[in-house]
């Protein structure tokens, strides 16, 4: 061996030196090298984070280049960023975990209006652009409207086992508008609701999924609840307007959650401004930093602000979401900042396996 020659020793030691901005913990501690190899003056290893969606991966890779560049005897070196997502749950609940599913995410609202599923829909095309395996459950059993949103036309199949969702834009997904014609209307009591959320969750054929996003009904009613005694469930995203009346009824969805004891990911605040196209002036319509100021007062994560844009309507109207149809545009890129931040607390409460760190995120 070359006297000059790096060591494993050597090279992990650089490595403490890069830390996880979420974990506040250097990435050998948290153990993300992996494969790390010597072959003369060549190292090589990969860098596996907890989510696709980190926001700082070139960054912490950059870094982690210069570092180990800077061993005496490397002549090269070569890193490979890769993710694993964990579960965020406990495993020793009295819920049973889902099959093939490792975070179940509840995207609710305290009133209707707020464009919830709009936001569930941008947050999972998202994830699934970033690299997550994503898959959606339409809870608002009244209205379900995420097939229209991701231009699903299809029905439902089965395996002769259990039922197989349908595909869009690689987002798996189940919905009550599946079952029943375009019009027909969903007149259900709690029983009723309670089984279909335990089919959508028991009887699907769920495989490989990080985030599993459930577009639950506006309020605090009966699928709440049910989510809640079913699954375990790796937290809560409350979607708010600015304007009083919205912040109002988020606080109670808030409350919701945490009665029944699912932590808030966070909060995120749609229909935050309009921008004018013609001399890009800033109006606040429904007022201004509501959202943001409730997630302070109840000291939960502010995840972002998504503008009003008209085609993010018009995507929701016609199957194509912004995120797809205008990936380069401000409100795409506000989506995307927003998942980020999502998977952020996800992967916190990955490594706290108690509850989501009531903090702020950059």
């Known amino acids: 061996m070359s006297a000059l020659q790096p060591t494993e020793d050597a090279v992990l030691q650089a490595l403490t030196a890069v830390r996880d901005p979420d974990l506040n913990r250097d990435i050998v501690a948290l153990k993300f090298i992996k494969n790390l190899r010597i072959d003369g003056g060549r190292v090589s290893f990969s860098i596996e984070l907890t989510t696709p969606a980190c926001p700082v991966k070139d960054q912490m890779r950059t870094q982690a280049h210069d570092l180990v560049s800077r061993l005496p005897g490397v002549t090269a070196v070569e890193i490979e960023m890769t993710a694993q997502v964990r579960s965020s749950v406990s495993a020793d609940g009295a819920k049973a975990a889902v099959p093939g599913v490792k975070n179940i995410i509840a995207v609710g609202a305290g009133k ?28 608002d059993i009244y209205g379900p409207n995420v097939p229209i949103m991701l231009g699903i036309k299809t029905q439902l199949t089965t395996d002769g086992d259990k039922i197989v969702p349908a595909e869009q834009y690689g987002i798996k997904l189940v919905s009550m508008a599946f079952l029943t014609g375009d019009d027909a209307p969903v007149i259900w009591r709690g029983p009723m609701l309670h089984g279909v959320i335990q089919q959508f969750f028991r009887e699907v054929r769920w495989e490989g999924i990080d985030y599993l996003i459930v577009d639950m009904p506006p309020g605090t009613g009966d699928v709440a609840l049910s989510l809640s005694q079913t699954v375990p469930v790796s937290g809560a995203v409350v979607v708010t307007t600015p304007q009083t009346v919205s912040v109002a009824d988020t606080r109670r969805a808030v409350r919701m959650y945490q009665k029944l004891n699912v932590p808030t990911l966070g909060l995120i605040e749609n229909m935050s401004h309009f921008v004018c196209p013609s001399c890009r002036h800033e109006s606040d319509i429904f007022g201004k930093g509501g959202g943001e100021a409730l997630a302070q007062e109840l000291s939960i994560p502010f995840l972002g602000r998504i503008p009003i844009y008209e085609p993010i309507r018009i995507g929701g109207d016609t199957g194509v979401p912004i995120a797809i149809g205008e990936p380069g545009s401000p409100a795409a890129a506000a989506f995307r900042t927003t998942a980020e931040r999502l998977a952020a607390q996800l992967s916190i409460a990955s490594y706290a396996k108690k509850s989501i760190p009531l903090m702020q995120v950059r």
């Open 112 to 139: 209707g209006g707020v464009g919830k599923t709009t936001v569930a829909v941008n947050l999972a095309i998202a994830l699934s652009q970033y690299g997550g395996r994503v898959a959606m459950i339409d809870g």
